[in-house]
């Protein structure tokens, strides 16, 4: 097969026999080993601003040839356009006749020569389930891991429920709960890791709904499964906003000399608009090209796990006294008198919320396997890997804050310098404060802190546009023809428009009562991981003979029952995490302190359902192929139902 493209011969570089010079080129989108260049094509082969690609003489000559990326763009869109089902069957007859390494697109210029383009091989998935190639693939492991943990990030999940967890359950429970909530997560992650490696697209829990429940259930899954999804990330990225903000807000309260000392403090109104400040910065950087998002994400990470590392280190260095290792680590004291939670059983689930806050979102990096180099290997280890740094840093943090404690009396109390608004920065400054005479060292660390929000309000915005951006370009969305457009930069920003609106209009009942951040921060978490139980239950039931495995497969390292267990168990997770995330935290339940979340979440259920009913389930099929691949390929189309 051989397809004809024109306008695409303006080419650097001279091509010539005898080529001296042996270059390995990587370039945007495709994969070139061992190219042969001549002294003078040095530079076309080593991918530099623009594509490259073997281009292979009649009489039996090599050369490297250099096409700009817009170009080497344009002539993979139009070949795929002009043959796309022909272009995946070369996919299959690659993988039975020689292989991984065969080249999977040949076309034939103008001049006679033969120009020939091996794709990532998670390009080559994506045109397997039906997809062209339309995002820019650019990101390698270091930004994907990046965008993990600067979504979940080291502070912002433990820093807002410490005190709760702390009052709840003490301090030792505060401390070991922690690994009881991150073993079962390790499950969820190890679980979705495995379903990224099979299906590294960009609709991400949205596409593995649809894929793993089958064409009777997919449709209703997938449906479901975005719409959750995209809820908890929309209303994700504005609630970490003003958490941010907040923090904010106690950073100039201390540096202004405290609540003790007539320090300032911000209005509800002016925190709420510093919130908003945070999202238009965060979606006007995420309007960038998401290779200079991603460098912002590494950014944030390295300033997130530096600090961690020398806060770790440096608090209990500077601390003055310590609290003895027996009340650390042994003093489960729920202060029910205090908190008048129904019993002790319901403290230890108020407790557990803490590292529920903080250890989620790992699922986040696949939403940009459409972007990222062989996303089908780097997802599952970005995934895995960003969860267990977060893991093991947070923890280190949350038992370095408690043992540096200076006087446990003092960290709620209205007279203490940040007024009993935040324990977190309480206990830094009380540390620097003793030592030194001076609170300048937890200021800094404060400002860190704002970072890690600023920094997971990106991601999740992120993370948002491109869930709205599968569910549009498979008409899931009202007007989705709107919400599918890309920029220039092949950056769908009016799907991250749509997304940040969303999280404003749900931001907005703040300004009634500064508790329903709190709310706002479990209806995020019930819809994103209420999406999370739709694939894992697919993939637990279904049979094994009907998944398509990726490089990551779980049967492959501990067997199909010790896989369907992993399953099992993540599931069941889950859905606990579903329950207790809709209970009061707060007693006596009163309107400003009452969980709204499932007030929330069964509007916005009405609201999807009853499209589905009315309108949506008539047309709407879940993800739509762009082109249909051959059958016959294990690895193509969507697999059966259970």
């Not at 799907?495 to 209806?523: D, E």
Request: with cysteine; glycine share 8%; hydrophobic share 50%.
């Amino acid at each position: 097969m051989v397809a004809m493209v024109e306008d695409v011969d303006e080419i650097e570089a001279t091509a010539g026999d005898g080529c001296a010079a042996k270059k390995q080129g990587q370039c945007d989108s495709y994969y070139y080993d061992d190219s042969y260049a001549s002294a003078d094509a040095k530079e076309a082969g080593t991918g530099g601003d623009g594509g490259c690609a073997d281009v292979d003489h009649d009489d039996g000559g090599e050369a490297s040839r250099r096409l700009p990326r817009g170009e080497e763009m344009k002539l993979y869109t139009e070949a795929s356009a002009f043959e796309g089902a022909a272009v995946v069957a070369m996919i299959q007859r690659r993988d039975e006749e020689v292989g991984t390494e065969q080249k999977i697109l040949q076309i034939t210029m103008e001049d006679g020569i033969t120009l020939s383009v091996e794709l990532d091989p998670a390009e080559k998935r994506l045109n397997e389930l039906g997809y062209r190639q339309e995002l820019r693939r650019s990101l390698r492991f270091p930004g994907l891991y990046a965008v993990g943990v600067s979504f979940m990030t080291v502070f912002a999940g433990f820093v807002p429920t410490y005190a709760q967890g702390f009052i709840n359950g003490g301090p030792a429970g505060l401390i070991w709960y922690w690994w009881i909530t991150a073993l079962f997560v390790h499950l969820i992650g190890v679980s979705m890791a495995e379903i990224a490696s099979s299906f590294p697209t960009a609709g991400s829990l949205y596409f593995w709904a649809a894929a793993l429940a089958g064409p009777r259930w997919g449709p209703l899954a997938s449906f479901i499964t975005g719409w959750m999804e995209f809820l908890g990330l929309a209303v994700c990225g504005a609630n970490v906003s003003y958490g941010g903000s907040v923090i904010l807000q106690v950073l100039i309260l201390i540096s202004t000399g405290g609540a003790e000392g007539g320090g300032f403090l911000l209005s509800k109104y002016t925190v709420f608009a510093i919130a908003c400040a945070f999202v238009l910065i965060c979606f006007l950087i995420n309007c960038l090209p998401v290779r200079t998002v991603a460098n912002v994400m590494v950014a944030s990470s390295f300033i997130q796990i530096t600090a961690a590392v020398v806060l770790i280190v440096m608090l209990p260095l500077v601390a003055p006294t310590h609290e003895p290792a027996s009340w650390v680590f042994g003093d489960f004291g729920n202060n029910r008198d205090t908190t008048l939670t129904p019993s002790n059983a319901y403290s230890f689930l108020i407790t557990l919320l803490v590292s529920q806050y903080s250890l989620y979102g790992y699922d986040c990096v696949a939403h940009l396997a459409e972007e990222t180099k062989k996303a089908d290997r780097t997802a599952p280890l970005a995934i895995m890997s960003s969860l267990s740094t977060v893991t093991v840093l947070a923890w280190l943090l949350v038992v370095v804050l408690t043992w540096s404690i200076q006087d446990p009396a003092h960290l709620f109390a209205a007279e203490s310098v940040t007024g009993g608004m935040q324990p977190v920065v309480q206990i830094m400054w009380d540390a620097f404060y003793a030592r030194y005479g001076s609170g300048l060292g937890a200021q800094v660390f404060t400002v860190v802190i704002c970072i890690s929000f600023f920094g997971a309000t990106l991601s999740c915005q992120l993370g948002a546009s491109r869930v709205a951006y599968a569910l549009a370009r498979d008409g899931g969305l009202p007007f989705s023809s709107l919400w599918r457009r890309l920029s220039s930069n092949r950056v769908p920003v009016a799907a991250l428009s749509l997304s940040v609106l969303i999280g404003l209009l749900f931001l907005l009942p703040v300004l009634a009562s500064s508790t329903l951040f709190f709310a706002l921060a479990s209806i995020s978490t019930i819809a994103w991981v209420s999406a999370y139980s739709v694939p894992i239950f697919f993939r637990f039931v279904q049979k094994e003979k009907h998944f398509p495995p990726g490089p990551f497969y779980l049967p492959n390292y501990i067997g199909v029952t010790g896989s369907k267990l992993v399953h099992l168990l993540a599931l069941l997770w889950v859905l606990y995490t579903l329950i207790v995330f809709n209970l009061p935290t707060m007693f006596p339940i009163t309107v400003e302190n009452f969980n709204w979340a499932p007030v929330a979440i069964a509007i916005w259920m009405k609201m999807f359902i009853a499209w589905w009913l009315l309108h949506a389930r008539f047309w709407f099929k879940g993800p739509v192929r762009e082109f249909e691949p051959t059958p016959g390929n294990s690895r193509v189309g969507s697999t059966k139902g259970f």
